[in-house]
């Protein structure tokens, strides 16, 4: 059960920015399961008994998502708002889907909460935001796209010009169903003077009398940056200044994000007691990565200092967002996106996945530390044999742990073709893994705890950065997944309970 290597596609959150596809309809697909449905219960089924869907990983039951948008915790429940298109399975008519969860494992899907406006400010595309609670409403503040002109176009691709603005929704419903537009942007252009390349992804939050917006912004030649508001209420904003900024590589592309040129998807907060090592957290994407600093924010000019940066992932994961769970924690969520073909995943019917939830913390030196959320333990169905440092994880599902006492490697593949490997070095205090190479602090322990799920596989190593990988085969059974430790380490493996019967309620 060879695996077909992986095709590496330029596939990015805006469907202008895509490559040219370049691979056949039925690569990367199931043996059998590139023909098209005649019927609904056909289609259904089909995509039940795809091995590759994931069973314990949140995804619409059908068509494309990316983005995860507005998590919230709300009379008792999470919701997760998700970019979605609900026609086909690639990038299109942006939507927010919208599921519901009492422990952010388990997910029922709600209907559409966002659609775009023909005519109005999102009439292209309801792109992505964030949610706060105040009382008993919610607000989702999210960027709206209509088709423009050059003059006001934040989008330029040669063939689309594109306007963004900041608007405005909000629900008064207990389980967030319902949901009114404002009609016009609540920040209608970016601001004046600068040579942006681009304006949208707004996050919010609430210090003292005042709200705060950023939105992910870039200046032309000079690089990526985080556009800072403040408002009294969330409809009228007044523009402060840069919270932050970087620096562009100096290679045009034609995607600022790919470049460096333009940050996506900006998320700061607070996180842990400044008294104990706390301090602020900025995360945003670029260049087809997810960076994270921390530092100290300057709250009378409302300015982030930096002290340390880092990558937040080194593989598939993309335009996190994060909210405070029911216990006050900094939970993450990432868009996992696929690696293979726009026309495998048509014939697939469905794209792309919520990341599994991760815990953030702050150690006391400023470096960001992050755990799969502890409560998914409750998945697991049973022990699986560990028989000289080697386990098997079947059909693609599992979970394992590898803590090592000294140096060590952490091998996984399908039992013929190996699909990652990471290692440790004792003497550096460092892991290796994908050519890049991440140094653990002192009481740092050196673990690598991962999860297989039906095509991807999400890895946390040393607790200090994620490793979400994509892999595909062409058989109707998914493959066994082969885990094996050499060196000094110990492992423990366990069988996932899959969150739907039939792989579409979740």
């Not at 209907?111 to 409403?137: H, K, L, N, Q, W």
């Not at 560990?386 to 090592?404: D, H, K, S, W």
């Not at 991440?438 to 946390?460: C, K, Q, R, Y």
């Amino acid at each position: 059960m060879k695996l077909e290597r992986v095709v590496r596609m330029a596939f990015t959150r805006r469907k202008f920015c895509w490559s040219a596809v370049a691979v056949g309809a039925v690569a990367g697909l199931p043996r059998g399961m590139g023909a098209q449905a005649g019927t609904e219960a056909a289609l259904e089924a089909r995509l039940a008994g795809d091995p590759m869907r994931p069973q314990f990983h949140l995804l619409p039951a059908r068509n494309w998502m990316n983005d995860p948008n507005g998590p919230i915790y709300f009379k008792g429940h999470y919701h997760m708002f998700f970019q979605y298109n609900p026609l086909a399975a690639v990038w299109g008519d942006m939507s927010w889907g919208h599921a519901i969860s009492k422990d952010m494992m388990h997910w029922e899907h709600l209907p559409v909460a966002m659609t775009p406006t023909p005519g109005g400010p999102d009439s292209y595309g309801c792109f992505s935001g964030s949610a706060i609670a105040v009382g008993e409403r919610v607000y989702a503040v999210y960027t709206g796209t209509q088709k423009s002109g050059d003059a006001l176009a934040t989008i330029r691709d040669g063939a689309n010009n594109v306007e963004e603005s900041q608007c405005l929704a909000w629900s008064d419903d207990p389980q967030l169903v319902k949901w009114t537009k404002d009609p016009e942007p609540v920040v209608a252009r970016p601001p004046a003077g600068m040579k942006i390349t681009g304006f949208r992804d707004p996050s919010v939050w609430r210090q003292g009398e005042w709200y705060y917006m950023t939105v992910g912004s870039g200046v032309e030649d000079v690089g990526g940056c985080v556009l800072l508001y403040r408002g009294k209420d969330l409809k009228s904003w007044e523009y402060l200044h840069e919270l932050t900024s970087g620096e562009w590589d100096g290679k045009k592309t034609a995607n600022p994000v790919g470049d460096g040129e333009m940050w996506e998807c900006p998320e700061f907060f607070a996180l842990g007691d400044p008294a104990h090592g706390g301090g602020h957290v900025l995360i945003y994407s670029t260049q087809g990565k997810v960076f994270w600093e921390s530092g100290v924010m300057d709250e009378a000019a409302m300015k982030f200092q930096p002290r340390k940066k880092g990558e937040l992932d080194w593989g598939a994961f993309y335009a996190p967002k994060t909210q405070l769970d029911a216990e006050g924690r900094r939970i993450l969520w990432g868009w996992v996106p696929e690696k293979r073909s726009e026309a495998a995943m048509t014939a697939a019917g469905w794209s792309g996945m919520m990341s599994l939830p991760r815990v953030l913390t702050l150690d006391a030196k400023g470096v960001l530390k992050m755990e799969t959320l502890p409560a998914l333990a409750e998945l697991r169905a049973g022990t699986i044999a560990v028989e000289g440092m080697r386990a098997t994880l079947p059909r693609a599902t599992g979970e394992v742990l590898c803590t090592g006492s000294g140096d060590f490697s952490l091998s996984v593949s399908d039992g013929k073709e190996e699909l990652v490997r990471v290692s440790y070095s004792a003497a550096r205090r460092e892991f290796a893994a994908e050519g890049k190479t991440i140094a653990l602090e002192p009481g740092d322990a050196a673990t690598v705890h991962g999860f297989v799920d039906g095509s991807v596989m999400e890895l946390i190593v040393g607790g200090r950065v994620g490793l979400t990988k994509r892999f595909y085969y062409t058989e109707t059974v998914a493959p066994d997944i082969v885990v094996v430790a050499d060196g000094a380490a110990r492992m423990e493996a366990w069988r996932v309970k899959a969150i739907s019967g039939d792989r579409l309620s979740s």
